[in-house]
């Protein structure tokens, strides 16, 4: 079946280094794709997003890579900082339904 | 930033209760959602709707019903609560963006944490 899944379940970083999440995703159909935060206790929170017919968009601090020739998507975080500490998700759509998250990233940044 | 508003957000309640958990956006978004996560784990999409007096099922079975009555309101209910219900539920919303052939981008409750002994 289809899936959206991540490389690495928990991603230790230095403050102030960049941070690689990566995700894989395998239905060649997805047209759209976002990146969440979620930190303890709270709801999903909007990071970046980026449409099928892109890849790479940019935000504050973050950009999202989209490799359609071999299902690949990643958020890059420059300069992370402790509040950056969370749980990353990616999470695609096809058609226009809901969204597939994958099984979540866990990103520590050590002081 | 979303308005979208969970409550409660924790609750603690014993076996065979009825319980709704209530969601409430402000936005005037004609898409909701409910998901259900267990800790550190993906999100399921449990049902959704896409407007008043429209619900769907999700991917995620799930013995709770929903309903739509009016667009900022989307009500989740478990008749008969178990122990197998204990999960956290969160709510989303979402309104198609102005670019044509547009894709939504899904805004997020803070989530009830549900727990029945």
């Known amino acids: 079946g289809e899936s959206v899944g991540l490389h690495l379940p928990t991603l230790s970083v230095q403050e102030g280094d960049n941070s690689i999440i990566n995700c894989a995703y395998s239905?060649?159909?997805?047209?759209?794709f976002i990146w969440y935060k979620q930190e303890s206790g709270k709801g999903p929170q909007f990071i970046i997003d980026i449409r099928s017919n892109m890849d790479k968009r940019q935000g504050q601090r973050v950009t999202v890579l989209l490799n359609k020739t071999v299902k690949h998507l990643s958020l890059q975080i420059a300069a992370t900082q402790p509040g950056d500490s969370a749980v990353y998700f990616c999470a695609e759509e096809t058609g226009r339904r809901a969204l597939t998250f994958g099984s979540g990233t866990r990103l520590q940044v050590q002081p | 930033e979303a308005d979208i508003y969970q409550t409660p957000r924790y609750l603690v309640i014993g076996t065979g209760k009825k319980i709704t958990l209530e969601c409430s956006q402000t936005?005037?978004?004609?898409?909701m959602y409910w998901y259900q996560q267990d800790p550190g784990m993906e999100l399921h999409l449990i049902h959704y709707s896409y407007g008043v007096n429209s619900t769907e099922k999700g991917d995620l079975s799930s013995e709770s019903t929903v309903s739509r009555i009016r667009t900022e309101h989307f009500p989740l209910t478990l008749e008969s609560a178990r122990p197998s219900h204990t999960s956290q539920y969160l709510c989303a919303s979402s309104a198609v963006t102005g670019n044509p052939g547009g894709t939504d981008t899904q805004y997020f409750g803070p989530g009830t944490r549900l727990t029945v002994l």
């Open positions: 936005m005037g978004h004609d898409k």
């Open positions: 239905n060649s159909a997805s047209d759209y």
